[in-house]
């Protein structure tokens, strides 16, 4: 059974820092490629960053030099390091993986960045 379990989040001033955590199992985590995506409300899934299993990472244009994706093979986990928060940023943030052609999705995890 694939599962991501997401940790961190909360609530934050504009200008602050979060890390975000999404630890896997049921899959060979060092061969994937991780990623995460980002929902306000109202709006649709948007994809944010994501690294691939040689560790090169990639972003969306928003969140480029503020927000850095990084993974920890040992642990299967990959991370999400939010600094310079801004109230744009509010959102539920979901990392997610494919395996077999299926996605899979953490819970998701609240960002709320206040002014």
């Known amino acids: 059974q694939v599962l991501l379990r997401q940790s961190g989040g909360g609530l934050v001033q504009a200008g602050g820092s979060l890390r975000l955590s999404c630890r896997t199992s049921?899959?060979?985590?060092?061969?994937?490629?991780m990623a995460w995506y980002r929902q306000a409300p109202g709006k649709e899934r948007d994809f944010v960053a994501a690294i691939s299993s040689d560790g090169s990472a990639n972003y969306t244009d928003f969140v480029k030099g503020r927000f850095t994706i990084s993974r920890d093979n040992a642990w299967n986990t990959v991370y999400l390091q939010m600094n310079s928060l801004k109230v744009e940023d509010t959102a539920d943030y979901y990392c997610?993986?494919?395996?077999?052609?299926?996605?899979?999705w953490g819970q998701g995890t609240q960002v709320t960045v206040s002014s």
């Open positions: 997610q993986t494919t395996w077999k052609g299926r996605n899979y």
């Open positions: 049921g899959i060979n985590f060092k061969i994937h490629r």
